[in-house]
DNA sequence: GTGGTCTAGACCACG
DNA sequence: GTGGTCTAGACCACT
């Protein structure tokens, strides 16, 4: 589901947090869907508990997952909402990339050339 | 000559890396040049010489600029290679991040938007 | 582990850092091994934590460890690409110093007997 | 006569004393051959005169050169006794390397290469 | 005056 | 418990 990788300078919460939230917003977990408990999810990566719990407390707290008392975490609903915001965030940053590849004096087609699709990734 | 912005969640010194690097690839500090001394940033900055020792250690490290003791530091004659190097950094990042904003179902026309140049920026 | 000599002009972050790499190179220190806390080797050479800090710093730059907040330092599993690198760089300080001795006079029998097997060295 | 690189890490009158003292060692100084005095090397080089006091001091306790008071300073006349001596130095030097880069796995042929006669530094 | 190293002690984030 | 940042103050080497 999420893969933990130790030698990620990310904190581990932070690992997953990210993980479960693109499966998300890519539409991997549709809303409503359960998701692991966090005992389960503890147990599967061998870390503690606490780390999971605080992951998923961000999780609710960015509106990605709903507890439901007594019956477990489930994505949520408003997905496509967050799926906007998040792209909005993305073009933020790729706005201020690019102003400051021009002040290094980068040209506007070296900027076309960076987001033009990429291959398959050919080795 | 740099800002330090306490509310910024990034340490101090990294600031201070960040704030110089940037003045030197853009030419605003050419080859060379001395910059302020350890203590008399501290002072400006009222903050504690060590924190800035650390940020110019990390410059020098990087090849931003060099120490000669008992003399000061200066500004490094090979920031045009740097320079290119950074842009090379920069378009990774752009790339990765587009290619993270098409799989949350970013079109091609808004990607250019993204990167299309915004007013007010020249100086 | 590692020894810390105070009549050594190095400073002492650098004998620590360059004992523990000579270890990981060695292969004394394998791959995702953890190595004693910050604390611990501080208490252990009795000398100050933010010592050992820096020193461990300069191994993660160097890609020798990895750090993970919270649960220690371990050695990276890139370790035989560092060696390699070593291996080069102690060749080209070799090539540097022959020169420099056949500008002094010395001969090519010389040279070749510097660079002999000395005995007792086997552990 | 001996270059000056203020980016040379090594203290300027550092980089004056192995100047000189290479020179009297390689023959391009012979024997009571008078060197520049103190302001005349300070007024070339531009450089505090303490500075290079400090080198010809440095030079003086090495033995390559002697200072006759009130008629300037020459260089020694047991040039060969230093250069035996310093080629002793080098051949410790690479001694200790040799056996580290054997403790890294470098093969005997590897180590013959390094010490092999460079061509001209073709470009 | 300059940069560089070290100590002592504090605080924060992470697990 | 772990690593990471910052402060305060000291000492050394170099110019």
């Known amino acids: 589901m999420v893969k933990i990788d130790y030698r990620d300078p990310r904190p ?21 869907t359960q998701i692991p ?10 870390i503690n508990p606490n780390t999971i719990q605080r992951a998923y407390a961000e999780l609710e707290r960015r509106g990605v997952i709903y507890a439901a008392k007594g019956r477990g975490n489930f994505i949520s609903d ?8 998040r792209l909005e965030e993305i073009g933020d940053e790729i706005s201020v990339l ?6 290094l004096g980068a040209g506007e087609e070296q900027l076309r050339g960076w987001i033009e699709r990429k291959g398959a990734d050919r080795i």
């Not at 581990?12 to 409503?32: K, N, P, S, W």
């Not at 408990?37 to 061998?46: D, G, I, N, Y």
């Not at 408003?78 to 915001?85: F, H």
Request: no cysteine; proline share 0%; net charge negative.
């Open 78 to 85: 408003d997905i496509a909402l967050l799926r906007t915001r």
């Open 12 to 32: 581990i919460y932070e690992q997953v947090v990210d993980g479960i939230e693109d499966l998300a917003l890519r539409g991997a977990l549709t809303a409503d």
């Open 37 to 46: 408990s966090v005992r389960q999810l503890a147990m599967e990566f061998s």
């Open 98 to 103: 690019a102003e400051r590849a021009r002040a």
